[in-house]
């Protein structure tokens, strides 16, 4: 998750919107992918399938969006998303609302729309964990399979990158 924060504004100032949120998706989902190699007996599949199956939902709504809005709108947009998302992750915001079966769907929703609309899908599962009262040793692996999965379903919405060999070459380096 913290990639996706540090990587999608760059990538979005570079590459475009479109381009730079699918890139983005393409490479949180593989580091999410090897990180999970080490920790997939740790992950949680009944809590984790409300929060997947929310944001399966949600992707392509956020892929739409993202295609209707202008660019500039469609910048201030993901400016703004990724900018909340952090200040509340930051200021570890307790909301009854985000625990439980009910949170669960709340957060994994939100995080697949800004995910593939965005490509920052990672802090309403960090609210959901800290509001749930998971230690890290529980959310490490849990969020890694949680990226897995809305990131393949974001690229999938989104389609590849249409990027240059050059730009893919520096991109997998």
């Given amino acids: 998750m913290g990639f996706a924060l540090v990587a999608v504004p760059g990538l979005v100032l570079l590459l475009g919107p479109a381009q730079g949120v699918v890139l983005a998706n393409c490479a949180a989902g593989a580091i999410s992918a090897f990180g999970l190699v080490d920790g997939r007996r740790a992950v949680r599949l009944p809590v984790m399938a ?7 939902i949600t992707v392509p709504a956020g892929t739409w969006v993202a295609r209707q809005l202008p660019e500039p709108a469609l910048l201030a947009c993901l400016g703004a998303l990724v900018t909340g998302a952090v200040a509340l992750v930051m200021r ?3 909301v009854p609302a985000l625990r439980g079966g009910r949170g669960a769907v709340v957060a994994g929703g939100l995080g697949g729309f800004m ?3 965005a490509g920052v899908g990672g802090p309403p599962v960090s609210l959901y964990a800290l509001n749930a009262g998971w230690t890290v040793r529980e959310f490490v692996p849990n969020a890694q399979f949680y990226g897995v999965v809305v990131n393949l379903v974001s690229v999938t919405s989104n389609g590849l990158p249409r990027l240059t060999a050059p730009i893919w070459a520096v991109a997998v380096t």
Avoid: D, Q, Y
């Avoid at 409300?50 to 399966?56: D, M, Q, T, Y």
């Fill in 50 to 56: 409300p929060l997947c199956l929310a944001a399966v």
């Fill in 92 to 94: 570890g915001l307790r």
């Fill in 115 to 117: 995910n593939s609309a």
